[in-house]
């Protein structure tokens, strides 16, 4: 079974652009969450998409965005872009929504915004 | 809300010695406890997890860990460590309410000496 993919693996944006990563989840998982990486903030939680809609939300502003489309892929979106928005994104899907679930990850999406 | 402390930010090993990498966590409610790696340049992988039952888990790749209610901690171990080992390990908790979100610590680099 393929795991978690991420497109694109690299990006580099200006500031003020905005930008859309994708995660195809693990076949049969209808969960997938958000993350992003930084050296200074560590891990931080986005959101959370289960069957189309956004059931939990982390502390970001509202220029990141998401959503999940009915085959359990998700986009995000970051409007006007950042400096501080250079990060590794960072993407996991699970069977369900039950919170023991095993989040599986995909490998990242790094974001350089120039 | 939850909040996880990983007190060691770099740790290093000689090869074949023992390690321990050190979670506390805190909350005001039950939660699920999780230690991940992260090799350089890939996503996370999960190494063990605690739900419920016996306090001791074991994990992939000879790791365990093991669960202290009344000192809030979730310690990883390993007896032996390998060069292979050298990755970066994060401690997560989630809240068993149904929150998907999970809170992870800042991370302890392990370096393995040869």
């Known amino acids: 079974k393929a795991g978690v993919t991420q497109t694109p693996r690299y990006l580099i944006k200006t500031r003020g652009q905005q930008v859309t990563l994708s995660c195809s989840p693990i076949s049969g998982h209808r969960s997938v969450s958000w993350y992003q990486q930084t050296p200074g903030q560590g891990l931080q939680f986005l959101f959370e998409?289960?069957?189309?809609?956004?059931?939990n939300k982390g502390n970001f502003p509202g220029r990141f965005s998401g959503r999940q489309f009915s085959n359990s892929r998700s986009e995000m979106n970051v409007s006007t872009l950042e400096l501080g928005d250079s990060a590794l994104y960072l993407c996991?899907?699970?069977?369900?929504?039950?919170?023991?679930?095993?989040?599986?990850f995909g490998p990242g999406t790094r974001l350089l915004v120039l | 809300a939850q909040s996880v402390t990983q007190l060691d930010s770099q740790v290093p090993v000689f090869e074949e010695a023992p390690v321990e990498l050190r979670c506390n966590y805190s909350s005001s409610v039950s939660v699920y406890l999780f230690w991940y790696v992260q090799y350089p340049n890939q996503g996370l992988q999960l190494l063990l997890k605690y739900l419920s039952g016996s306090t001791l888990v074991k994990g992939i790749n000879g790791f365990e860990a093991e669960f202290n209610k009344s000192q809030t901690s979730f310690h990883l171990r390993k007896p032996s460590v390998h060069i292979s080992d050298t990755a970066e390990y994060f401690c997560a908790v989630s809240d068993i309410s149904g929150n998907e979100k999970l809170t992870f610590g800042t991370g302890t680099r392990l370096t393995i000496i040869p």
């Open positions: 998409y289960f069957s189309e809609t956004q059931r």
């Open positions: 996991a899907s699970s069977v369900d929504r039950a919170y023991q679930e095993t989040q599986y």
